[in-house]
């Protein structure tokens, strides 16, 4: 079972920026989808993006143009970079990376983002 470790996150202003990382402990090139969600307090986890092996991408509608998600085989790392943050971009992140048998979670990174 990979493990999945998230960093990058913290306290940042409205407007600021902020990039999360999520370093697997094997190779991320068999798993046919790697993704960021959130969970917000209340609130249901939600996808953020995600990316395929081939390198395909989607977005969520609330933070299209803002974020972008990237991957780096060769570090075994996947990356969201968050830019324009909102108030309501608040919530614990989470990697998560699937095959079509399962899907493996991070602990989560907890981003606050101040008005």
């Known amino acids: 079972q990979v493990q999945l470790v998230e960093s990058g996150g913290g306290l940042v202003q409205a407007g600021g920026s902020l990039r999360l990382s999520c370093a697997a402990s094997?190779?991320?090139?068999?798993?046919?989808?790697l993704g960021w969600f959130r969970q917000a307090p209340g609130k249901t986890r939600e996808l953020v993006a995600v990316?395929?092996?081939?390198?395909?991408?989607n977005y969520a509608d609330s933070v299209k143009g803002r974020f972008t998600i990237s991957r780096d085989n060769a570090k075994n790392t996947v990356y969201l970079q968050m830019n324009s943050l909102k108030p309501e971009d608040t919530a614990v992140y989470y990697c998560?990376?699937?095959?079509?048998?399962?899907?493996?979670w991070g602990q989560g990174t907890q981003v606050t983002v101040s008005s």
């Open positions: 998560s990376a699937s095959t079509v048998a399962a899907t493996a």
């Open positions: 094997g190779s991320i090139f068999s798993f046919n989808v």
């Open positions: 990316i395929t092996r081939g390198g395909s991408t």
